[in-house]
């Protein structure tokens, strides 16, 4: 999709691959961090037999699940819902609050407007690749505090009610703190990556508290540079896969008065770690 990543796999059905198949696939998305397979036709449940081929499902808190599917979230706008705050409308990495955060996320797309809602990818290995020896130090010495506090504590719940057909719950467990290196080697790929995204790195260990604040405006800064993004422009039928462990993401929010679908599944991954 651009010189740093994505790539679009073409593939007639996904359900029909074999074992061998979908590990070559898996490959390609730790390769190219996000991959969209065209013209892919699934079910709630379909979308959730096809994931749990990867792993098992990743634990899903704040956001009720499908009525279809206990696995599935719909992350759904409706067009009477106008300029509300958008599922996914920051930058961030899926639920690195989390001690084991996702390792993959697959987004199948049912409804989508004429315009607008296409999604953003940043890829946080060419943000590690392009420090100099002096960052890489300071960043790999470094312990980021992921918390899902600016998301979905109690304080946040007003944000998230102007979605009609979506059922997000804030609560108390959101203030929790989890700790994760700022660097981490990919598990499958053994690369480098600056595990950070804005939404839930709210603080750094290994530094006085007035140099978190600025380092933390550079890492939000240098990892969002248009250099090291793609752009999806969603057609219905596309199913993205995208690695978690190597690639922040961001939905636009510029379709109001249009209905966006969009049915979501999780991988479970590992703990984020820097060896290797
Ligand atoms: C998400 O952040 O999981 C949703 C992304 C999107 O709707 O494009």
């Known amino acids: 999709m651009t010189g740093v990543l994505g790539a679009q796999v ?3 059905d996904v359900k029909t691959l074999s074992d061998a198949e979908i590990k070559e696939l898996r490959r390609l998305v730790c390769e190219h961090l996000v991959v969209v397979i065209p013209g892919q036709s699934l079910t709630a449940q379909q979308q959730a037999e096809f994931s749990l081929r990867w792993g098992q499902p ?4 704040f956001i009720e699940p499908s009525p279809d599917h206990p696995n599935v979230i719909r992350v ?3 067009a009477a819902d106008g300029n509300a705050f958008n599922f996914g409308g ?7 609050f989390q001690s084991t955060p996702p390792a993959f996320t697959m987004l199948h797309a049912i409804d989508i407007p ?4 296409d999604t953003l990818w940043a890829s946080l290995v060419a943000a590690y690749n392009s420090l100099d020896q002096d960052r890489r130090n300071q960043c790999e010495g ?3 505090v992921h918390t899902a506090r600016d998301a979905y504590s109690r304080k946040m719940q007003p944000l998230h009610s102007g979605l009609s057909s979506m059922t997000i719950v804030c609560d108390d467990t959101a203030d929790e703190l989890e700790h994760h290196p700022l660097v981490c080697v990919h598990p499958e790929t053994g690369r480098k990556v600056l595990f950070y995204n804005r939404a839930y790195v709210r603080d750094l260990d290994g530094l006085q508290d007035s140099a978190a604040a600025p380092m ?8 969002t540079e248009a250099r090291f993004t793609c752009r999806h422009r969603w057609s219905v039928g596309d199913l993205a896969i995208w690695d978690n462990r190597s690639a922040q993401h961001y939905a636009l929010n510029d379709y109001a008065g249009f209905r966006r679908e969009l049915h979501r599944t999780t991988v479970a991954g590992t703990r984020p770690t820097m060896e290797s």
């Open 90 to 96: 920051s930058w961030h990495s899926d639920f690195s």
């Open 76 to 78: 759904l706008k409706e």
């Open 114 to 117: 004429p315009y607008g809602g």
């Open 10 to 12: 073409l593939i007639s």
């Open 58 to 61: 990743g634990q899903v808190p």
């Open 142 to 144: 470094l312990t980021a």
């Open 216 to 223: 933390l405006d550079w890492l939000y800064s240098h990892t």
